[in-house]
């Protein structure tokens, strides 16, 4: 069975640190789609980006860069130089090769990032 | 811009009430998910549709059932209501690309139901 584990509960940093948070996961597929999602305080979750298994490229979006390593199966999400807006609950997510009934996101129990002004 | 799209943004219902969530979706997407959110539990899938009148278990589908009967809309019936499903409802849709592809899911903005 697939499972995500977000070990940070909670972080705190004062705004312009960098910040990481971890996502840690487990599947037996080879095929398979990892997510992060940001959820402010309105509730509505926000996709940030989506990574299949075998693109182990890292990517970089403005302040935001993600770090897949298949080798220790993480998936770890970067902000750069933090700011308030970025306060929110970050959500990795994984789901397996595409199949009917394969589609849905296994999530992770979230991270609660405050950034303090 | 894809809009998922919830009936309540808060409810209050009474214990043993037969409560009904509606979702509706306008870019024409296969998928649709039920989920809750608890502290610390995450997102938790209840039920998952990829097609018309299809459905399929999540993992803590218990107490709930849904139906669709059109692709645009998903609904999720509590049939006899308890307080422990008290929570955070969040509905989702996603497009299926074909040949493995899984796409990202969109969410709407979430009922919050009290169950008293």
């Known amino acids: 069975a697939q499972k995500v584990t977000q070990a940070q509960t909670e972080i705190s940093v004062v705004e312009k640190e960098d910040v990481t948070l971890d996502c840690v996961y487990e599947?037996?597929?080879?095929?398979?789609?990892l997510f992060w999602y940001k959820q402010p305080p309105s509730g509505e979750l926000v996709f940030l980006i989506r990574?299949?298994?075998?693109?182990?490229q890292n990517e970089i979006s403005g302040r935001y860069s993600w770090n897949f390593q298949k080798s220790t199966s993480s998936f770890n999400f970067t902000i750069t130089a933090s700011q308030v807006v970025d306060s929110a609950v970050y959500f990795c997510?994984?789901?397996?090769?595409?199949?009917?009934?394969?589609?849905?996101?296994?999530f992770g129990t979230g991270t609660r990032l405050t950034i303090i002004p | 811009d894809v809009k998922v799209t919830q009936s309540s943004r808060y409810l209050v219902k009474r214990t043993g009430e037969k409560v009904f969530l509606e979702c509706v979706q306008d870019?024409?997407?296969?998928?649709m998910f039920w989920y809750r959110q608890d502290p610390g539990l995450g997102l938790r899938l209840i039920y998952f549709?990829?097609?018309?009148?299809?459905?399929e278990k999540g993992d803590i589908p218990e107490g709930y059932s849904v139906s669709r009967e059109k692709k645009e809309r998903f609904s999720l019936i509590l049939e006899s209501a308890s307080t422990n499903q008290t929570s955070m409802y969040l509905c989702?849709?996603?497009?299926?690309?074909?040949?493995?592809?899984?796409?990202?899911?969109?969410f709407g903005q979430g009922t919050r139901l009290t169950v008293v």
């Open positions: 989702a849709s996603s497009l299926r690309t074909g040949a493995g592809q899984n796409t990202e899911a969109f």
């Open positions: 549709s990829y097609d018309v009148k299809m459905k």
């Open positions: 599947t037996r597929d080879t095929t398979y789609y």
């Open positions: 870019m024409d997407h296969e998928n």
């Open positions: 997510a994984l789901s397996e090769s595409g199949n009917f009934g394969n589609e849905k996101l296994t």
């Open positions: 990574r299949n298994s075998f693109d182990e």
